[in-house]
């Protein structure tokens, strides 16, 4: 059974990680029960921040001033964290996610999937450009913005990126960074149209197996509705819970991330 201290400590291999990969160079903050990992880019899933289970009504008031009243952006609330912590959030704009969504971590290195998919890892530019372009079909998201944030963690080494190919054709991509001997499944895309094939496990799982060297104990991510079930068939368990709170995410995203739309919206 994982036991508190086990959940906090991998609240804060979160903070670190999404510090290190979203945060290119100098937008990673954090006090208190509380993180932000801001690119400061106008985007929601690209400034990504967080209440951990010791979150209390100041922390999540020091977040929420920290953001600007238009800057659009993701919190992961864990769901132990009382009301009062979010609270602040919701006062500036964001609403809560209707699907809860799980903080994950995992022990074990995997062992690769089979599948009819060639996966490497990025070596070149080439290689680069084609994973922000599946990311961006993927994620919703304007590849000019990931080139400009996550594009730039991979430029600069703080991030590994593999690929997987069907064929002649690149059809899923997964992005990690690490810390320590923690590494990070940062983000997992698989385009519309190439979804339902396999890609997303045998990338993930061969790209996994090949990353978990022996320094590595762990590896930690902070999962969506749609993601769930391939990270549990991989080893990956639910620590905590997110009631997560968004400002400025559209229907697209909401789609791919397997969030209903709030009742409100056409």
């Not at 945060?23 to 990992?37: M, T």
């Not at 320590?180 to 979804?195: A, S």
């Amino acid at each position: 059974m994982t036991t508190s201290l086990d959940v906090t400590s991998v609240w804060g291999d979160a903070a670190a990680l999404t510090g290190r990969f979203y945060a290119v160079p100098k937008g990673a903050h954090a006090g208190a029960g509380w993180f932000a990992s801001l690119s400061l880019l106008p985007t929601t899933e690209l400034n990504v921040c967080g209440l951990d289970p010791t979150a209390e009504e100041r922390g999540g008031a020091e977040l929420a001033a920290l953001l600007s009243p238009d800057q659009p952006a993701l919190a992961f609330t864990s769901q132990a964290a009382p009301d009062q912590a979010r609270q602040p959030l919701l006062d500036v704009g964001f609403e809560l996610a209707s699907v809860l969504e799980p903080v994950m971590c995992s022990r074990s290195r995997p062992q690769p999937s089979a599948g009819p998919f060639r996966i490497s890892r990025c070596g070149t530019a080439a290689d680069l450009n084609t994973a922000l372009d599946l990311t961006a079909a993927a994620h919703q998201v304007s590849r000019d913005l990931l080139s400009a944030s996550i594009g730039q963690a991979a430029a600069r080494g703080l991030a590994s990126v593999w690929l997987a190919h069907q064929g002649d054709e690149p059809v899923s991509t997964v992005w990690f960074t690490r810390c320590g001997p923690c590494i990070g499944v940062m983000e997992m895309m698989t385009p519309p149209r190439y979804q339902g094939r396999g890609a997303g496990r045998t990338l993930l799982s061969h790209a996994l197996h090949s990353e978990w060297d022996p320094s590595v104990t762990r590896s930690v991510l902070l999962g969506t509705p749609a993601g769930r079930r391939l990270y549990e068939s991989l080893g990956f368990v639910a620590v905590d819970e997110s009631l997560s709170c968004v400002r400025g995410l559209d229907d697209a995203v909401l789609d791919a991330i397997g969030q209903p739309r709030p009742p409100s919206t056409p």
